[in-house]
């Protein structure tokens, strides 16, 4: 018995015009696919983890989700409501019930803005509180994230990056949103406020019954805290699974990879590291057949890998992989 | 001139000093200050600038005579500076020195509102640009480029032509509607890498809507370009005042502007040069004092020259 | 036991700050060694003065603010780096030991090719003529696996990915064939793959050339795969030095340990990890003021009154041999306070 998704995500797609060379020279415009048909969906009250390269799409789907870009093509359904009919006034009514947490903790704030008047600006326009009542709300929304709310008087540059993030969390609460995509809250971090991160981001969803995507491009963290996996690959999600069975048993190689490429503190671990080979291809030129093919390690990969993309299909209950030979995985 | 008025002028004096030296001692405190205060020539713009503003404000102490009132026409005109005329008096009689901070108040006023006029334009019309881009980009920033190639001078000798007794609030209007295309060239500049920054995503997702966050998160950002164009922009609009004025196309005769006593001088430059020295000498010291304020500003608002 | 390399002690470097927030002491006291052959492995958090400690040794602190505090100590095959001329340093930098920097992005000049940039530590060394050089940029390229290195050598900066910058980097770091490589976080801006890849090369390169390497980096998985020993640092100081299996067997200062315990980890079981992480509490402090005797102790669960009054000395881990592996810990002295804990 799965509950109803609160988050559904169907055919989402969206092409950025692409880039000319040096001093807008060069060859002509080449369309980048951002994001090619993404579609997933997740449970109120879990957590979708989104793994990939840089480049792959990740905060592209994230913003999409929040209309922030505007998408190509594809269906978001928040709570039933379709996200991306929605015009103007309904928008932004929907706004309160998602949000954003971005991973630059020092370009996600307003420099001439005090943390106060950061906080407050969402009550405002959402008119939840004015005034004294506004101050007390924002008090309490640093309290809630671990902060002093003698905090509400600093610029942003007076704080640290894990201080900052913590603001940035405040405000995404601020309007008590039951959606949260968090794109890559933890990159930008060192290790030990790291961990004090997850654990703030943890502890909320727990006590708000928050519904989070996770965006990371490692596949550690996401172990820490999400229910569903997806990992994608230029713009494609390549495979999608309950962590349990994606950390168990990987059935797409770039996910085997991906995994075989993070680090581990410890010297005894025998580990095989598979190292791929080559660069991630430009998403304005993506290879015909399976993407992954010029990468692939798989031993298998044949000339069909070069001619016919794979479909994502459920390989073992509830794990889906795109790859012709998932069944045999490496 | 009374002792009244020595006095007057020497309180507006000190005023100066007090507000250039409070100046210097604030922005000491500050990365942002001490940047300003590398340039040696911005804490005397400070005090220049507080001068003549004091001055302006406080023209009715410090002016001896009626601006407009022709003391004896027959005995006084022309006569050359002396301790009751500090600067002289005029062709028709009129002490200069009075004339001059009336004056002071009419071009400083005029400089202030006509920037005023243009850095707002010119500033709404380039986070518009900035902002929304495609289209509105487009059309905007061609009427701009437009207005870039006609000389402003021209343009408003022709309004002045066309418009027999401009109205000076007319004028000031027109000065400011001709001055604001560079400035919301520097905006849109400035806009167009600031909407790409995730405070503005940040801000959007929130819930802001477009004239939110242009004024609360865009514009707030890209004051630098705008202090420092304003600067730069009063001296401009003093010159071209003066100008218009000089050629007898300004501030309409009986009224004091720097301009216009110059203008009233001009044909006895020869035997009574105090006339149109000294209001000269009065622009030339504003003009240099807002451009050194100016380069101050530019430095001090710049955080990337700290490395120097 | 052979002769280190590199002999570093008691090195001092302070920055003056802006005024009225007083020095930074970026660098305070520091002292190891790298021996001939062997990946040193330096961990530490931002701001912990990893990068100052790096350009101290080829003197390229800018001065002012910063400078070299007398009474430090860098020697560098037998010769003392902070004593030498400008130009026998010269011949040391990019020859004897050369560098790469964290940011691949901003370290190359964009108005050159690569090629050029490759070649020009030859040209400074070995004056080679153009043609060999290029010649030997070539052959770089082709050591650092970038593919087609023939076309490659005519490429600028912008026209590669970030993985294949951080290879131009190497290729540049290594055309002299340094005794010593300094990398500092070479693959921090990179993808997981792409920073296995790198850290694949440097390991080979290390195995073919013989040479040393100082492997810095904020992440403990990197150095547990590369290093042979590890330093680690906190604010300004080395707080723990052992080798890299004894570290991780044993990491006896309380940071190690929570440094340790607060890594997302992947080889734990997913039922195992959800949850909390531990992590440590409170923040790294300013370098312009490091909190009296033990830096650590107002983040430190150990710690008690003497922590905060009395600076610990590095001390000798009780079951290693002198020297092998020591700590900056008072517990040394207490190890009964240890097992008290929870
Ligand atoms: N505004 C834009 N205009 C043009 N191309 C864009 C734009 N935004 C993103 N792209 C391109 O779309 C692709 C996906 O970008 P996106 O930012 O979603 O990647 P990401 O997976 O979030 O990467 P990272 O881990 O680096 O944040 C990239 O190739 C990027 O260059
Ligand atoms: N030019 C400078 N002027 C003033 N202080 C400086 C300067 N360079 C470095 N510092 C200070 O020295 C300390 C150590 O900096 P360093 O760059 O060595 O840290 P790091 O360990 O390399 O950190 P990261 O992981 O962020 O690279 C910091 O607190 C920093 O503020
Ligand atoms: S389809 Fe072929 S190339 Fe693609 S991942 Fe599977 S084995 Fe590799
Ligand atoms: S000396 Fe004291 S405060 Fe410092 S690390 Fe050891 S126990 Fe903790
Ligand atoms: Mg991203
Ligand atoms: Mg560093």
Redesign the interface.
């Known amino acids: 018995m799965t509950p109803a998704p609160l988050v559904q995500v169907d055919g989402l797609v969206k092409r950025f015009p692409g880039e000319r060379g040096?001093f807008g020279l060069g060859r002509a415009r080449r369309t980048v696919r951002a994001v090619d048909g993404v579609s997933f969906a997740i449970a109120a009250g879990q957590t979708l983890g989104l793994v990939g390269?840089?480049g792959c799409g990740k905060s592209t789907v994230g913003?999409t989700i929040?209309r922030?870009i505007e998408p190509d093509a594809g269906r978001v359904t928040l709570g039933g409501a379709d996200v991306v009919a929605l015009g103007g006034r309904e928008l932004?009514?929907l706004?309160?019930r998602m949000?954003?947490v971005?991973?630059?903790p020092y370009?996600?704030?307003?420099?001439?803005?005090t943390v106060q008047q950061t906080l407050a600006?969402?009550l405002a326009?959402?008119r939840l509180a004015t005034g004294l009542e506004a101050k007390r709300r924002v008090a309490a929304l640093l309290d809630e994230v671990g902060l002093d709310p003698a905090f509400a008087a600093a610029y942003p540059h007076e704080l640290?990056?894990?201080?900052r993030q913590r603001v940035?969390i405040a405000?995404?609460l601020?309007?008590e949103p039951q959606f949260l995509v968090l794109d890559e809250p933890v990159s930008a971090l060192?290790?030990?406020?790291?961990?004090?991160v997850?654990?703030l981001l943890?502890d909320l969803q727990r006590k708000r019954r928050l519904t989070y995507l996770f965006i990371a491009?490692?596949?550690?963290?996401v172990?820490?805290?999400a229910d569903d996996v997806a990992v994608m690959y230029l713009g494609k999600i390549v495979e999608r699974a309950p962590?349990?069975g994606l950390?168990?048993g990987p059935r797409h190689p770039y996910t085997t990879?991906?995994?075989?490429?993070?680090?581990?503190?410890?010297?005894?671990?025998q580990r095989q590291?598979i190292?791929?080979q080559?660069?991630?291809p430009s998403p304005a030129s993506p290879p015909a057949g399976c993407p992954f093919h010029p990468r692939c390690p798989h031993p298998r990969k044949n000339e069909r890998c070069r001619t016919e993309p794979p479909a994502l299909r459920e390989v073992a209950t509830g794990q889906f992989a795109a790859c012709h030979f998932a069944e045999q995985p490496m | 001139m009374t002792v009244w008025t020595w006095l007057a002028l020497a309180s507006a004096v000190a005023v100066a000093l007090v507000a250039a030296a409070e100046v210097r001692r604030r922005a000491a405190t500050r990365a942002a200050g001490r940047r300003f205060l590398r340039h040696p020539t911005a804490t005397a713009g400070v005090f220049i600038l507080a001068f003549f503003v004091t001055t302006a404000l406080a023209a009715p102490l410090v002016a001896p005579y009626d601006p407009a009132g022709q003391l004896d026409p027959v005995h006084l005109q022309n006569q050359p500076p002396s301790t009751r005329f500090p600067l002289g008096t005029d062709v028709y009689s009129r002490d200069v020195w009075s004339r001059l901070v009336y004056g002071a108040r009419l071009s400083l006023g005029i400089g202030t509102i006509a920037m005023l006029v243009a850095v707002t334009v010119g500033a709404g019309v380039g986070a518009a640009a900035g902002y929304f881009r495609r289209g509105i980009d487009a059309v905007l920033m061609r009427s701009v480029d437009v207005g870039l190639a006609m000389p402003r001078m021209f343009v408003l000798l022709m309004a002045v032509a066309l418009w027999e007794r401009l109205p000076l609030a007319v004028l000031v209007l027109l000065i400011g509607l001709t001055g604001w295309f560079g400035t919301s060239r520097l905006v849109r500049a400035d806009v167009l890498s600031l909407r790409e920054r995730e405070f503005v995503a940040a801000a959007r997702a929130v819930g802001a809507g477009p004239t939110r966050v242009i004024f609360r998160h865009v514009l707030p950002n890209a004051a630098a370009p705008i202090i420092v164009s304003a600067a730069f922009g009063i001296g401009n609009v003093i010159l071209l005042e003066a100008g218009l004025s000089y050629l007898g196309l300004g501030v309409p005769s009986p009224l004091p502007s720097w301009g216009s006593i110059i203008y009233d001088g001009q044909p006895y430059i020869a035997t009574a040069p105090w006339t149109s020295g000294f209001p000269g000498l009065a622009i030339a010291l504003v003009v240099l004092a807002l451009n050194a304020v100016g380069d101050g500003l530019r430095d001090a608002l710049d955080p990337r020259k700290e490395a120097t | 036991m052979t002769e280190p390399l590199l002999r570093v002690r008691d090195l001092k470097t302070y920055f003056v700050t802006e005024q009225g927030s007083g020095t930074a002491r970026a660098v305070d006291g520091v002292s190891f060694d790298v021996y001939p052959g062997e990946t040193l492995g330096v961990v530490g958090e931002s701001g912990c003065g990893k990068t100052v400690t790096s350009l101290s040794i080829l003197r390229l602190i800018p001065e002012p603010p910063g400078h070299i505090r007398p009474g430090s100590f860098i020697e560098f095959e037998g010769r003392n780096l902070l004593t030498l001329a400008p130009k026998e340093l010269r011949a040391v930098r990019g020859n004897r030991i050369a560098m790469i920097f964290q940011e691949p992005m901003t370290s190359l000049n964009p108005v050159f090719t690569v090629g050029h940039q490759i070649a020009e530590a030859a040209i400074v060394h070995q004056s080679l003529s153009r043609r060999a050089a290029r010649a030997r940029a070539i052959e770089m390229l082709t050591l650092v696996g970038i593919p087609d290195p023939g076309e490659r050598v005519d490429h600028y900066p912008h026209q590669m990915s970030g993985g294949m910058r951080q290879r131009v980097m190497i290729a540049m770091a290594l055309i002299c064939h340094p005794q010593l490589l300094i990398a500092d976080e070479p693959t921090t801006a990179l993808d997981v793959t792409i920073q296995a890849q790198i850290l694949e090369l440097l390991d080979r390169l290390q195995r073919e050339l013989g040479m040393a390497v100082m492997l810095i980096t904020h992440d403990l998985g990197v150095v547990a795969g590369s290093a042979d020993r590890v330093v680690v640092m906190y604010a300004g100081q080395v707080v723990e030095q052992a080798s890299t299996g004894e570290l991780f067997a044993r990491p006896l200062h309380p940071y190690t340990e929570g440094l340790l315990a607060s890594v997302p980890r992947l080889d734990t079981r997913v039922s195992q990890v959800r949850g909390r992480l531990h992590s440590i509490p409170g923040q790294v402090p300013a370098a312009t003021s490091w909190p009296a005797g033990c830096r650590f102790h107002p983040r430190c669960p150990y710690a008690w009154d003497r922590c905060a009054v009395e600076e610990p000395p590095l001390l000798d881990s009780a079951g290693a041999e002198a020297g092998t592996h020591t700590v900056r810990c008072w517990l040394l002295t207490e190890p009964e306070r240890r097992e008290r804990h929870p």
Not at chain 1, 107 to 113: D, I, Q, V
Not at chain 1, 217 to 221: E, N, P, R, S, T
Not at chain 1, 257 to 269: G, I, N, R
Request: glycine share 6%.
């Open positions: 040096l390269e840089s913003r929040l922030l932004r009514a706004r309160r949000q954003i971005f991973q630059d370009g996600s704030l307003n420099p001439r803005m600006e969402p326009i959402h640290s990056g894990g201080q940035g405000r995404a601020s309007v060192d290790v030990s406020v790291q961990a004090q997850l654990n943890a491009h490692d596949l550690a963290v172990k820490h805290i962590a349990t950390y168990a990879s991906l995994l075989s490429a993070v680090p581990v503190p410890d010297p005894k671990a590291r190292v791929l080559g660069e991630v």
